[in-house]
């Protein structure tokens, strides 16, 4: 049966301009916001306050240490896969917690430290505050080497709720402290080596030294500005 020359062809629906994004977005992999914000767009300062459950933190922190795990070949390539995990987060710290330290009033900016013992101080107080809600316990210099340098935490968050079988007695997770802060000796200009040793004693059984060894560059240029008489 033929149909009349004036009857209109059946209605299409054309996909609107959004839909479009949408698909191309998933099509990608991409997941956008109702909103259409990113966490690009949000305040630096929005969750300077905000505090994660320890419940939360530990699993986590199981589960990164579970991934670290998978086919290592002993207790220090699984300290070194946990190092490189912490590393990224300890560069950009750095720029984060300075975007966020008020600044003094002749400046427009906090200052960033370019000195060792400055750089240590903040990593001490302001960097662990922001970490663990506290100072770290000790910072001490080598007596014996002038590039090294130890920071002391009593009880490390990251070792409290990680059970470490007999065999593997000499690991210490918090290895992913040390990679933290070896990023944020790097972002400074400040290059360093950094490692997690046990050292417990009767009153702390889980204290933690993580060893700063700076580089050679580093120290020769710490003398020269030390005998310049320039501050951090």
Request: charged share 20%; net charge positive; with cysteine.
């Amino acid at each position: 049966m033929n149909t009349s020359q004036g009857s209109k062809p059946p209605l299409t629906s054309t996909p609107s301009s959004s839909s479009l994004i949408r698909s191309t977005a998933s099509t990608h992999g991409l997941r956008t916001p109702s909103n259409r914000k990113t966490i690009y767009d949000r305040n630096l300062n929005r969750t300077r306050t905000a505090e994660l459950s320890r419940a939360s933190f530990a699993y986590l922190f199981s589960e990164m240490v579970s991934y670290a795990q998978k086919r290592v070949t002993g207790i220090q390539d699984l300290e070194k896969r946990l190092n490189e995990q912490g590393y990224p987060l300890g560069l950009r710290l750095l720029p984060l917690l300075l975007h966020r330290t008020p600044p003094p009033r002749s400046q427009p900016l906090p200052p960033r430290p370019h000195r060792i013992l400055p750089l240590l101080q903040f990593i001490t107080t302001t960097l662990w505050r922001h970490l663990f809600a506290r100072p770290a316990d000790a910072l001490e210099r080598s007596s014996t080497n002038e590039s090294e340098y130890m920071i002391s935490d009593n009880e490390p968050l990251v070792n409290m709720y990680i059970s470490v079988p007999k065999e593997m007695n000499q690991l210490n997770c918090a290895a992913f402290v040390a990679g933290v802060i070896e990023g944020v000796c790097d972002a400074a200009g400040l290059m360093a080596d950094v490692s997690a040793h046990n050292g417990g004693t009767e009153m702390w059984p889980g204290k933690t030294v993580f060893l700063i060894r700076f580089r050679e560059g580093v120290v020769e240029r710490e003398g020269i500005l030390e005998r310049k008489g320039q501050g951090g």
